[in-house]
């Protein structure tokens, strides 16, 4: 009984002294980037698989994707930590604003990726991009991450769910 005590006293003392230990940084913000990491890695495989890319390929494609990917996240933080008090009109132009932005970044890198995929890989890239923002919105939308955008119309015909 005695050892049992010092062994859970021992136990306790040891995982205080890991939380400590433990950067101070929110719970939240270290999910995020581990869930932001796992998603990368996870695109870039895909990417990669489904590109059939050679080795030499993978090893300019991914440096580069990686700093792609980071500038587009960037954008949308960005626009969404703004949009948290805003009115539905200063909503819809951030709205707007984060897609000039997006595009803007998109346009930055399309000479890029052109030197390093062939015109077939680059053409399947840009779908393939599309089809994986889409997984991940339909995703996120399921688990209720983000509600849907509103209508302006309150006439118009809602989309049906899925």
Partial sequence: MRHTIQFLLALFFA????AIARPQQPRHERNR?????QLFEAKCTEM????????DQKAKFVPLYKEY?????QVWHKYRVAKKDATSAEKEKMH????QKVQEVRLKYIDDFSK???????????RIEKEMQNRVMLRKNARGGK??????????RQPANP
């Fill in 33 to 37: 980037e581990e869930v932001n990491q």
């Fill in 96 to 99: 707007i604003k984060r897609q």
């Fill in 15 to 18: 995982i205080s002294a890991a």
């Fill in 69 to 73: 990917d980071t500038k587009i996240r």
């Fill in 48 to 55: 990669c698989c489904r590109l059939k890319l050679t080795d």
């Fill in 116 to 126: 390093i995929l062939t015109e077939e890989q680059f053409s399947q890239f840009l």
């Fill in 147 to 156: 509600r849907p955008r509103p209508a302006h119309d309150k006439n118009a």
